[in-house]
DNA sequence: CCGTTGTTTAAGCTTGAACTTATATTAGCC
DNA sequence: GGCTAATATAAGTTCAAGCTTAAACAACGG
């Protein structure tokens, strides 16, 4: 599992951070990161390639500009990595969230009960 | 969040996977993650204390041997990290999720009750 | 078709992380 | 105290990641 690596740079994280909440062209991530980082536009383009070919983000050109759009897959599997340590710090919601995952229709009954907080 | 780059490496999360089984002595580890990635003592008493320095593992003194267990702790705020991307692959789990941290006494009757599978 | 804007790519530099070898430290046994 | 086993630390090397500057590329309006 080599996402880890994607993600153990801060730049990377913030974009992903930016990108988690909506889509963006990369000149505004330029912008926001730029600001906040201060590193050139070069620079926070080629962070947007490491995620892109480490499938973390997919671009579409809309005229001259890239949007990025999140790709949560590779997340999910950093997700699935830490299932093992979980029960350490979360023990009974673990084990709550491997019933969820069982039964579906048993899940649809108790959230909508949940639901009516 | 550096914890990150305390993941990023392969040989540390090898190690963190072990200690998730069971306490080890550093000499132990050296011998399982000493064959797999084929490095030194040397190197994997750096990672360890690399492991040590940033909270994932705890030391005790036995005799001369060094025992390591877990330190859960850093996991857990990256887990908490991807709690804000988690709805994009597991949205109905992480709502429920939600639910089952506000009310202890509601969490309780749902959790018997999906434990009669 | 030329300039401009938005973005990527190339080339080179720098730094830090991970490794090795070699040395120090500590515990326990004789 | 001296020897060995278990581990850590020091010193030095290597390599890749991240950065910058500079150049290339694509889309569009004049």
């Known amino acids: 599992m080599h996402a880890f690596d994607v993600l153990g740079d801060p730049v990377r994280r913030r974009i992903l951070e930016i990108l988690a909440e909506e889509r963006h062209s990369s000149?505004?991530?330029?912008?926001?990161?730029?600001?906040?980082?201060?590193?050139?536009?070069?620079?926070?383009s080629q962070h947007l390639k490491v995620l892109r070919d480490h499938g973390f983000a997919t671009v579409q050109a809309e005229g001259p500009r890239r949007i990025y759009e999140i790709d949560p897959a590779p997340m999910a599997e950093v997700d699935e990595w830490l299932e093992r340590f979980r029960?350490?710090?979360?023990?009974?919601?673990?084990?709550?969230?491997?019933?969820?995952?069982?039964?579906?229709?048993?899940?649809?009954?108790c959230a909508s009960r949940l639901g009516k907080r």
Chains 1, 2 share one sequence.
């Open 27 to 44: 000149g505004e991530i330029v912008v926001i990161v730029g600001r906040e980082f201060g590193i050139t536009q070069s620079a926070i």
């Open 87 to 109: 029960h350490f710090w979360a023990p009974k919601l673990d084990a709550l969230a491997v019933e969820v995952k069982r039964g579906q229709r048993k899940r649809r009954v």
